[in-house]
């Protein structure tokens, strides 16, 4: 069956500074997720990747999809408090109407 | 729209204790889901539904129950509870039906069974 595998477990990144979490599947890659989840509360959808070699964006937060490698990688430029919680991807299985996911990054933030 | 809701946030059980957990979406999704995460296991699906009156079952769906009589509501049933069922149990809903979509979450159950 297919597994992802989240490096790293954890972060600790000072305020400011860039980081990359990467989601890594034992599998094709056809649709991958990222979510993000602050304790105590849902996930809430920040990207979608389809295709090998996508890029996508939204504020500091850049998403990378590299199909040969079947890894995704998710990149904070600038990090803020704001970015403190778990990142989790999630992926299209080869099983019909089933996602599978990965552990989960925390990360903390320091002032 | 109120998005993806869930009932109750917190509860505690006794071991052999049944529950209902409840689960609401008003998007008109086709595809709903049941999720538990445990640390450092991420999620895991419990069960699934395609539409009214289809359900499946996930990866881990011993112990549990569902029903899905309209597209609105997909009640996650805890038949005997059990310790090794205290977790944190998410519903999921997407506009697909294979669920081959983005997933909008509720804010999760958290169950402890003692």
């Known amino acids: 069956s297919q597994e992802l595998e989240q490096s790293p477990q954890s972060l600790i990144v000072q305020e400011g500074k860039n980081l990359t979490i990467n989601c890594t599947s034992s599998k094709t890659l056809y649709g991958l997720y990222w979510y993000k989840q602050k304790y105590g509360e849902g996930l809430i959808f920040l990207m979608m990747l389809q295709k090998g070699g996508e890029e996508k964006s939204h504020e500091k937060i850049t998403a990378k999809l590299d199909e040969k490698k079947q890894q995704s990688s998710l990149h904070i430029t600038a990090s803020q408090p704001s970015h403190a919680g778990i990142y989790l991807c999630?992926?299209?299985?080869?099983?019909?109407?089933?996602?599978?996911w990965g552990a989960g990054t925390k990360l903390i933030i320091k002032p | 729209n109120a998005g993806v809701t869930q009932t109750p946030k917190f509860q505690v059980l006794k071991t052999g204790q049944s529950m209902t957990l409840q689960c609401a979406q008003d998007?008109?999704?086709?595809?709903m889901s049941w999720y538990r995460q445990d640390p450092g296991m991420g999620l895991r699906l419990i069960h699934y539904?395609?539409?009214?009156?289809?359900?499946d079952q996930g990866e881990v769906p011993n112990g549990y129950n569902v029903s899905r009589s309209t597209t609105e509501d997909f009640p996650l049933r805890l038949l005997s509870a059990a310790p090794s069922q205290t977790s944190v149990y998410f519903c999921a809903s997407s506009y697909d039906a294979g669920g081959r979509d983005t997933q909008y979450f509720g804010p999760g159950t958290r169950l402890t069974v003692l």
């Open positions: 539904s395609v539409g009214a009156g289809i359900t």
């Open positions: 999630g992926a299209e299985s080869d099983s019909n109407y089933q996602l599978i």
């Open positions: 998007m008109n999704h086709e595809y």
